[in-house]
Nanobody
């Protein structure tokens, strides 16, 4: 399975940005966005379950970020609104073929397919 992120860039505080994660090469059951800021640990921020599009969000992005999926394009999106300086990070998408009975988790250990990441910089 291959994952390719796109859509990162440099934006001002308060702006919006949409990231995309294109998935190919095999079936997956859940896709998650992680981010890693400089000198920080990787943080799971949102995920979507493929069979029913059920989503899960970290408190740090809840209400500002929205995850969606286009099944026809095998692409997952992360719409990021009201960006602030603390959102500056490398953003990665990750996927798994494991079935989850409840909401998809935001823990790094649950995912074993990873993209290379895309950089988001929020700066005035």
């Amino acid at each position: 399975v291959q994952l390719v992120e796109s859509g990162g860039g440099l934006v001002q505080p308060g702006s919006s940005l949409r990231l995309a994660c294109a998935v190919s090469g095999g079936p997956v059951t859940a896709i998650t966005w992680f981010r890693q800021a400089p000198r920080s640990r990787r943080e799971g921020i949102s995920c979507i379950r493929v069979n029913d599009d059920r989503t899960n969000y970290a408190d740090s992005v809840k209400g500002r970020f929205t995850t969606s999926r286009d099944g026809a394009k095998n692409t997952m999106y992360l719409q990021m609104n009201s960006l602030n300086l603390e959102d500056t990070a490398d953003y990665f998408c990750a996927a798994t073929a494991h079935m989850f009975a409840s909401a998809c988790p935001l823990e790094e250990s649950a995912y074993y397919y990873w993209g290379q990441g895309t950089q988001v910089t929020v700066s005035s």
